[in-house]
């Protein structure tokens, strides 16, 4: 654990108190402890850690705080009763008076005053720009006149930070300012709304000539535009990263119901689950990403916008299948006696429609991430802004290292891989760019991550991964990731002459049959008699073009696998035409050659067991360079092309499709890079590389259709480049095993976890 100092021992021992305490049953019992319990936090000096020392907080790095955070989550302590409170205390710390933060923060710690955010009104919603809710200046007081709508706890809440407009009225950001209103003012009419749960969760606050101090501005008069940002901005990575941890119960606790309910073998049901298991990584890979880049003082880029949106959309899908669970169950309301789970799943299902509408509806979000995060022009006529990274590129700013990486080996690749050289290997089915093959490997590649012993660069997975990526963004004509899946194989092999001439340059493949499970031990092997090998393997990537070849048969007198190198010269490889243009595939036939074998029976098992996980992670780590290449190039197209007047970027329908490629390309480099961080034996390695990959590949083949969709007919041309990108996400689809397999391979994994 990172967090050290006298702060883990005392919220260790808070947390063991805890444990051995009897929890609450009823709801109000529930609150009365959330809140009593807030207070002994307080009294411990716990309950803020990310807070200054000066406001009551430990003032933790950002590791510690991850630490506090694992800690309590799995401790199940009650959350703070009132959470909209922790938007306006980062507000009150940053633009606060002395006088504000000695008044409002500790009892908003303890939980002894309760807040509700007054932002949304009746004709501004999303478009909070135009609220017309007016503070006119009396003296020492405004007088506030107007109505608030969707205010979450305000039947409860003591107080309200809200938006007024101190200017002119009209629609502009200008003359807006924070303010802070007690609730038990007069003139203050709270009329709670029920809401599509049954419950009454927020209500209409109506205005009518309420007097508030002067003093209860927040920030400059006026300035109340830019001091909200800090409220709805208030989210750091730590943030993320605990509401992931929450998240992560959640789905476990989909999958016991699964089991309970009898879905444990249904095979729909299993990919549902498996897209939520996919969805909690997708969310801890982007905020450790984010972390990572606020760890190093780095920009984080728009990740925050991303991270909102997939979490909106993934808790809704979460309940969607919650409440599928419940079978016929699903017809009873929530307080029904006989609900599943007392009602838990349906009550959630309806609550979470509000993810999507609450704090900016998803398609705002989608307005955010296309106009502020890839720079598409402006829905509303406003303009063009400067993309927060260029489109495709790592959204989050990597390391230095990984930088370095990225812009050199694109250097390397760029004048080797124009869409005129790319279309001419289709006449070429045999061959690859050597020119180019020799540059990668001068630049370290495909040894980069293999151990200096043996004649690699000694980089981190993660490198390679890098490495990888960038080539198959520029859709690079050479056998890269099948020498790399056969230098994996041959490592773990101990083949070490051939490990060192792979690093030395000469390309490789693997031969093995592949299904829609991967890579198939059975029957379909061919045999080894004796000393010679009889049978062939169709479709094997990169055998044209291969200087060694590695293989799996199986001994016809003892059934035993084996494995072996053979020499391309031996054996006859029948050229076939790859649907993608810029890869090789052929059909390898074995009459009588002999292997050098290297490995025998149970041991072949553990080697191909051990090397799958890299194999996954390079073919992966492809397919995300295709899907942020098609991304690029989507974007580029949708702000310069025009169409009745307009540049197509400008239309929701074309800005949208491109926001959800950037949250899929997105996704899955998050997740890609976040599996190369495990060690191989780690008890997740496996597992995330097999998400990692069901992501990536969905994630190049979605990206590619819908770039060439937005494209229209000139995407669909054989001149443009998007149909090679389609041709070779098509390709990755099924080198490895169908994502479909992949994804019911990790919800097997998880369910047996849990049974």
Request: aromatic content about 6%.
């Amino acid at each position: 654990m990172g967090g050290t100092g006298d702060w883990c021992d005392r919220l260790s021992a808070l947390l063991a108190s805890y444990a051995e305490r009897p929890r609450p049953r009823t709801s109000r019992e529930r609150a009365e402890a959330a809140r009593a319990f807030q207070s002994e936090m307080v009294d411990a000096g716990v309950a803020a850690p990310g807070w200054p020392k000066s406001a009551g907080g430990l003032e933790l790095g950002l590791e510690d705080q991850l630490d506090y955070y694992r800690m309590t989550t799995a401790a199940g302590i009650p959350k703070h009763p009132n959470p909209l409170a922790f938007i306006v205390a980062p507000t009150l710390i940053v633009y606060g008076t002395e006088a504000q933060k000695e008044r409002f923060l500790g009892p908003l710690l303890r939980a002894q005053e309760f807040w509700c955010q007054g932002f949304s009104e009746p004709g501004a919603g999303s478009d909070l720009a135009s609220l017309s809710t007016k503070a006119v200046r009396d003296g020492d007081n405004y007088r506030v006149t107007g109505q608030k709508i969707w205010t979450s706890q305000a039947s409860q809440a003591d107080w309200m930070f809200t938006l007024v407009r101190t200017g002119p009225a009209g629609r502009g950001t200008a003359g807006i300012s924070y303010l802070l209103i007690p609730m038990s003012s007069p003139g203050v009419d709270v009329r709670p709304l029920r809401d599509a749960s049954g419950g009454y969760h927020f209500a209409e606050v109506f205005f009518d000539d309420v007097v508030v101090p002067v003093e209860n501005v927040v920030g400059d008069e006026g300035a109340g535009w830019s001091v909200m940002r800090t409220s709805l901005g208030h989210e750091r990575a730590t943030a993320f990263l605990a509401d992931e941890f929450r998240y992560r119960g959640l789905v476990d606790k989909v999958f016991a119901l699964a089991i309970d309910q009898g879905y444990a073998d249904d095979a729909l049901i299993r990919q549902e689950l498996a897209y939520i298991e996919t969805g909690v990584r997708a969310i801890a890979a982007n905020s450790a990403r984010a972390l990572d880049a606020v760890l190093r003082r780095a920009d984080p880029g728009g990740m925050a916008s991303v991270n909102r949106l997939v979490k909106s959309e993934f808790e809704q899908q979460l309940h969607r299948l919650a409440q599928r669970l419940t079978g016929s169950g699903a017809a009873l309301s929530n307080r029904s006696d006989g609900a599943v789970d007392k009602g838990r799943w349906t009550y959630g299902y309806l609550m979470s429609r509000a993810t999507t509408i609450g704090a900016g509806t998803a398609e705002i979000q989608r307005n955010a991430i296309a106009e502020q995060v890839l720079g598409l022009p402006s829905h509303r006529g406003e303009g063009t802004r400067p993309a927060a990274v260029e489109p495709g590129r790592p959204l989050s700013e990597p390391s230095e290292d990984e930088l370095a990486l990225r812009q050199v080996l694109g250097k390397a690749l760029a004048p080797h891989t124009s869409t005129e050289q790319l279309l001419s290997w289709e006449s070429k089915t045999g061959d690859y760019d050597i020119g180019l093959w020799d540059e990668l490997v001068r630049f370290g590649l495909p040894g980069l991550a293999v151990s200096e012993q043996f004649g690699g660069g000694g980089a981190d997975l993660r490198l390679l991964i890098a490495a990888v990526e960038e080539a198959g963004y520029a859709a690079a004509p050479v056998p890269l990731v099948p020498t790399l899946i056969a230098l994996e194989v041959m490592l773990h092999a101990e083949a070490l002459e051939a490990v060192e001439a792979v690093c030395d340059g000469a390309t490789a493949a693997f031969v093995v049959p592949v299904d829609d499970d991967g890579w198939v031990l059975d029957e379909r092997l061919p045999k080894l008699e004796g000393t010679r090998l009889s049978g062939s393997v169709v479709r094997v990537p990169g055998a044209p073009v291969a200087d060694r070849l590695v293989m799996v048969a199986r001994d016809a007198a003892s059934g035993e696998l084996v494995l072996g190198l053979v020499k391309p010269i031996e054996v006859e490889i029948e050229r076939q035409e790859s649907i993608d243009v810029t890869g090789t595939i052929g059909a390898v036939v074995l009459d009588g050659v002999v292997p050098e074998i290297i490995a025998r029976g149970d041991k072949v098992n553990r080697i191909l067991d051990a090397s799958r996980r890299g194999a996954e992670l390079v073919l992966a780590a492809d397919s995300v360079g295709i899907a942020n290449r098609a991304l690029a190039l989507a974007v580029d197209w949708a702000g310069q092309r025009a169409q009745f007047g307009h540049l197509i970027g400008s239309y929701q329908a074309i800005s949208h499709r491109c926001a959800d490629m950037l949250v899929a390309a997105e996704g899955a480099r998050a997740q890609v890079l976040s599996a190369a961080e495990f060690e191989a034996e780690h008890p997740e390695a496996k597992l995330s590389a097999e998400v990692a990959l069901a992501s990536a590949i969905d994630a190049a083949v979605s990206t590619a259709e819908r770039c060439m969709q937005i494209h229209g007919g000139i995407g669909f041309t054989w001149e443009h480049p998007v149909h090679l990108l389609l041709r070779r996400a098509t390709a990755n689809q099924v080198a490895l095993g169908r994502p479909e397999n992949l994804r019911d391979r990790v919800a097997g994994a998880v369910l047996a976890g849990l049974s």
